[in-house]
Structure formats: structure tokens, C-alpha cells
């Protein structure tokens, strides 16, 4: 009964809506949902209404001007680029016209047909975001991520007014709660959340049905492994209001494992995107429930492995604590 026990969970906690919590709550439902899905031998979109769509688009997230142009030629034609690094309150034109031109030189590689998000990633006051969402807006980014810290949607919300280009955030947003005061001052038109933060797959679910009924767009994050990513793009096969999704990056940086955002050394069956930047529902997800296993080696291949670790942010004129 996944509906009665996140109901269980969430509203019996005293301390609730944190996402310490939330997450714990995810990891319960998703399983709920699988052992559901499995036990009626149907794929988990299917008990979420079925499918809206026959695949699912993916992006991308090149270093470099040849990552990008080698996943163009894997069929990618959606992507995301950092811009601009950490920044002060109010910025010099030198980091303003970096950012740009690092853009731009993206923007040139990959060509005007793909869509090439601008990621932001909370790190810069809303002086200096103002200042980059204007400056960057020649070169139509498909979204900018996260101009500022997610906390504070009002200057959120302004900063969403002074250009043409969508905003997009809600990684570190949880319940449905959260995304109601996002969407009703109008701070952000494409949501983020993530099906292992959020409120698992029921939560995931009502966000996109409420931002549905604000005109706003889903582009979920994915950045916590293969099993929360299989289970938000049955979410997303279920939808009206996908965007794309992203894949997870499964940091490492020790070479004794070879992951990739695909999923080979952790999942028996890798994903598989297809020629057109798309991730056919038919090849990734008719199994039962979410429709992946792990790798039987995967405690063995796992062990031992150096996992990347969070980089702490520092100003570099003073080595005061930054935004990330």
C-alpha cells in the first residue's frame, strides 16, 4: 500500500519535511512501488496510468567541446554546461564576459539546433545572477539551473521575470509542499526534484501533476545511482509535461571499477540511448516493477572503491565559505 504508508511515515514524524527524512521515505516507496509492480508483473509506469510517450529524452553533460561533439555523435542533442564558477556579490565585467564566452564557444561547438542548458548550480548572489541571465540570453540557454540558492524563491521569482528564458530548479526541493510555493510565485516553469530525495515515486508523481496545472515542465535530477534513476523515468513515461531527464554521473575517481551513467558494473542490463537522444521505454523499462537488477558482482566490484567526495567552496580573494 504505498499511498497509506508514505502517509504513514511522513505525517507521523514530528520533525517533518526534511530531507533527511524524505529520503528515507524515498528509498521506502521506490521499493514499495518495485515489490508492487513485481508481484502484478507489470512495469511500474503502468500502475501510474500507463504510458503518455513511446521514449523519454536525455541529456547530456560534456567537459569539453569534443565530449560534446563525440555524444552528438552518439545521437545526443540535449545538454547542460556549468557557467560562470563561484562569483561575489556583485561581479567585474571580466567573470561576466568569461561566462559568456565560455558559453557562447559551447553554443558555436554543438550548433543552434540542440538544446544546451545553462547549470548555475546556486552559486551566485542575485547581483551577479541578474547580470548573468541578461548577458547570456543572446545565445537562447534551453533553462539557466539554479541562478541563485533555491531558499530564496522571491528573488528567485524576480530574477524569473527579468528574462525570456526558462529558470529550472527543485534538486534539493522535497514534497509537494516545497514545489506549491515555487510554482505559486512563479520563481521557477521547469522543476527538478529528485525520486530519491523528494518523497520517492508518490511524491515525484503529484509534483508533476501539480506543476501540470502551472504550465510548468518536468527535467528531473538523477545524479544518486541507477535504481532512482530507473524509477523517475517510470514516473516521467506517465506524464504529459516531461522536458528530458538527466543521467547519473556515478562518480568516481578510482580506476580499479569502470561505472558509467548507464549503468554497466552496477545494473545486469544497462540502459540504452538510442540514436536519437532518446531512451526508448520498449528497451529500458517493460520489465516488472522498475525493471532493472543490480549486478551480482556489484558488492565485489564496489569494494573498496575511493568515492568521489563533495568539493568544499571557498572565496578566492579572502577564503571565506562559498554557495554550492
Known sequence: QPAH??????RHAFYRGGVVMTSALSAVDIAMWDIKGKALGVPLFELLGGPTRDRIRVYGAPNSHDDARKMMEQGYRSFKIPVGG????????????RAVENFASFREAVGPDVDLGAELHGDHQPQTARMLVKALEPYQPWFYEEPIQFQNLEAMAEIAKLTTIPIATGERMVTKWQFRDLLSLGAASILQPDVTHCG????????????EAYYAGMLPHAKEGMIGTAASMHVMASIPNLVGHELPGMFTTDTRVERSHLGKSYIKKPLVVGSDGHMKIADNF???????????????????????????????????VLDH
Open 5 to 10: 504508508h508514505w502517509q504513514a511515515i511522513y
Open 86 to 97: 563561484r562569483s561575489r556579490y556583485s561581479e567585474n565585467p571580466a567573470f561576466i564576459k
Open 200 to 211: 520517492g515515486v508518490t511524491e515525484l508523481k503529484a509534483i508533476a501533476t501539480m506543476a
Open 286 to 320: 517493460l520489465a516488472p516493477g522498475i525493471g532493472v537488477e543490480l549486478d551480482e558482482d556489484l558488492v565485489d566490484n564496489e569494494r573498496g572503491v575511493t568515492e568521489w567526495e563533495f568539493p568544499e567552496m571557498w572565496d578566492r580573494f579572502d577564503g571565506s
